[in-house]
């Protein structure tokens, strides 16, 4: 019997004639982190927003074990299960903090971002709520002093690192990312990546992460899949995978990161 946290099964979605991806089956063990890599288009996206329930899959299904010990097809869940579960199961880092419901809310304080989130897993006590996020900042090394800063004011690598705060603040069990190192500036990720490196083994997290950069696959992950034009040709442990390539595909992806 699977104790997997995670089970997707044959996930397809077309956007008219355009295949998004295509029959997608895949276990994530708690703990684990999985890297989906490939170049854009190759619709790891797409798969990314299947999961996260964003997307309704042509055909396929995701369950997920909830912390009954039950797994549960998260397309049978009610529209206010889902969001509960997104509240508190699960977190998702974006590569555009402004994106999505669970996005970074703009015109709101640092430390509200992250009270908001503890709210709506049930939180009232308003002292309680402000020392969890003032705790939760310093472990994303956020000063003290700009909790009560907008996010407006932060630069693109301290946005990352209050989504990150925000997301794992209730404890998650799973957490997607879809390139939160993109577009910074290559000390802020590497900055950024050990902090990430260090949360997810000290938290224990199952993590989902999007990436077109094997470096960070390499660094974060212990399973890659490689997808292309909609399927995952190629799957495996990262070193095996990034080291001795079986696909075409897959050794011009890590001969062009090499040669770059």
Same mark, same amino acid.
């Given at each position: $019997?699977? +104790? #997997?946290l995670l089970q997707a099964r044959g996930l397809t979605k077309r956007?008219? %004639?355009?295949?998004?991806? #295509?029959d997608v089956s895949f276990d994530l063990d708690p703990g684990e982190v999985l890297a989906i890599v490939g170049e854009s288009g190759s619709g790891k996206s797409t798969l990314l927003s299947l999961? #996260?329930?964003?997307? &309704?899959p042509d055909a396929g299904s995701v369950g997920y074990r909830m912390r009954d010990g039950v797994m549960r097809d998260l397309a049978a869940l009610s529209e206010a299960e889902r969001r509960a579960l997104m509240r508190t199961d699960w977190g998702f880092v974006r590569q555009d903090a402004r994106q999505g419901r669970q996005g970074l809310r703009m015109a709101v304080s640092a430390g509200g971002n992250v009270g908001e989130r503890l709210m709506g897993a049930g939180a009232r006590h308003y002292g309680n709520i402000r020392g969890t996020a003032l705790d939760w900042l310093a472990k994303v090394e956020i000063a003290a002093d700009r909790v009560d800063d907008p996010p407006t004011r932060f630069s693109?690598? $301290?946005? &990352?690192?209050l989504q990150i705060a925000r997301n794992l603040v209730t404890g998650p069990c799973l957490v997607l990312m879809d390139e939160p190192t993109s577009g910074l500036d290559v000390s802020v990720q590497a900055r950024l990546l050990d902090l990430i490196r260090g949360l997810v083994a000290e938290l224990g997290l199952a993590v989902i992460i999007v990436t077109h950069d094997l470096a960070v696959a390499r660094l974060l992950?212990?399973?890659?899949m490689v997808m292309r034009a909609g399927r995952v040709i190629e799957?495996?442990?990262? +070193? &095996?995978v990034l080291d001795d390539p079986a696909e075409p595909y897959t050794q011009l992806l890590v001969s062009s990161v090499? %040669? %770059?």
């Open positions: $019997m699977s +104790d #997997a956007y008219g %004639a355009r295949l998004g991806c #295509a999961i #996260a329930t964003e997307l &309704q693109g690598g $301290m946005r &990352q690192r992950s212990h399973r890659v799957t495996g442990l990262t +070193d &095996q090499l %040669a %770059a």
